[in-house]
């Protein structure tokens, strides 16, 4: 059974560019939500997709947009890349919105920008 | 005052002694409350989850809860080598439970 994955696992961009990350959810499971994690720090919210839409967003710039796929995969989106993005990305997957089991989470992607 | 807090460390405990670890929340009505274990350059792994007042153990983890002081802990027993890493403490916000609110973490550091 597989977990979360995600990819790629590492991602050297530089200023002004545009990066694409990728999450498949936990089998079964049908909602996936991103975290971003600066060194030194907490994860922090950046959205929620159930149902093919964005269900609850944290306080991220319009920068960061999000898809969901009928297979509940999602992306990650993100515009004109800033240095301070540079960070660890996290997906985890749940069953249903609003759930507070925990959630199982990806290995991430290291996102670097130089 | 940040929603979740906790003391950055690093929290140096010897080999086989309990390592205790704190957490204090803002929000009253918090209802769940969770522990995260994160090596270095990986991501979190969930390890203990708590819903009640008083005690839950799993293992050489004890997790603790107090609503009424707005705390929750953990607790290594018998720490080991690889219990090193950062202790994430997170809860989910009350008014959509879509969101964890985590700490900065913990980095506990286990002595040989």
């Known amino acids: 059974d597989a977990g979360v994955t995600q990819s790629p696992t590492h991602l050297i961009k530089t200023r002004g560019q545009q990066v694409t990350l990728r999450c498949s959810p936990k089998s079964g499971h049908d909602t996936v939500s991103w975290y971003q994690q600066a060194l030194g720090q907490g994860p922090q919210f950046i959205f929620q997709y159930y149902e093919e839409e964005e269900r609850q967003r944290g306080n991220f710039p319009d920068r960061f947009s999000g898809h969901q796929f009928p297979n509940y995969s999602s992306e990650l989106n993100v515009n004109a890349l800033l240095l301070g993005d540079s960070a660890l990305y996290l997906c985890?997957?749940?069953?249903?919105?609003?759930?507070?089991?925990?959630?199982?989470f990806g290995a991430g992607t290291r996102l670097s920008v130089l | 005052q940040k929603e979740v807090e906790q003391n950055s460390g690093p929290l140096s405990v010897p080999e086989g002694a309990i390592a205790s670890l704190n957490c204090t929340y803002s929000d009253r009505g918090s209802q769940s409350f969770f522990w995260y274990r994160q090596y270095s350059g990986k991501s979190p792994e969930l390890i203990m989850s708590i819903y009640s007042n008083g005690d839950k153990e799993d293992g050489r983890f004890t997790a603790q809860l107090n609503k009424a002081s707005q705390y929750v802990s953990l607790l290594i027993r018998d720490s080991q080598p690889s219990d090193s890493a950062t202790y994430l403490c997170?809860?989910?916000?009350?008014?959509?439970?879509?969101?964890?609110?985590w700490g900065a973490g913990t980095k506990l550091i286990i002595k040989p």
């Open positions: 997170a809860v989910p916000r009350t008014r959509s439970n879509y969101q964890l609110i």
């Open positions: 985890a997957s749940s069953l249903g919105p609003g759930t507070s089991n925990g959630g199982n």
